[in-house]
């Protein structure tokens, strides 16, 4: 059986922290100790989540990422989830996303009442 090796294109799942459970694709590897992945929906391409490569499970999943090689010339969001999705991953949206600016009241306390 061939060793995985953390590239761009891989497509993991974080093991730790308030995105655990969730699939990634790997968009830069910065060292041996970090990488720099989006999934297109709570991560963008624009501004991806920097984890470490401990905190990952690889997948045997390899998607493309060089943005001159797609149709458009560029990686775009919607590119990540129809990858994730192509191979039957979900992408789903952050636990208690919704409900935090649900309020509207942009985190700050509720009037009181007199």
């Avoid at 590239?7 to 100790?33: A, C, H, W």
């Avoid at 192509?86 to 509720?110: R, Y």
Wanted: glycine share 8%.
């Amino acid at each position: 059986m061939e060793r995985l090796t953390m590239i761009p294109g891989r497509v993991v799942l974080s093991t730790q922290g308030r995105d655990e459970g969730r699939y990634f694709i790997v968009l830069k590897v910065i060292d041996e100790n970090f990488v720099l992945m989006a999934d297109g929906l709570t991560r963008k391409v624009d501004h991806p989540k920097k984890k470490k490569v401990k905190h990952l499970h690889l997948k045997p999943i390899l998607v493309e990422v060089d943005g001159a090689k797609l149709p458009n010339g560029h990686l775009q969001d919607s590119d990540l989830r129809k990858a994730l999705a192509e191979h039957g991953l979900e992408v789903k949206p952050m636990a208690g996303a919704n409900a935090a600016g649900s309020d509207n009241n942009h985190g700050q306390c509720p009037e009181k009442e007199d």
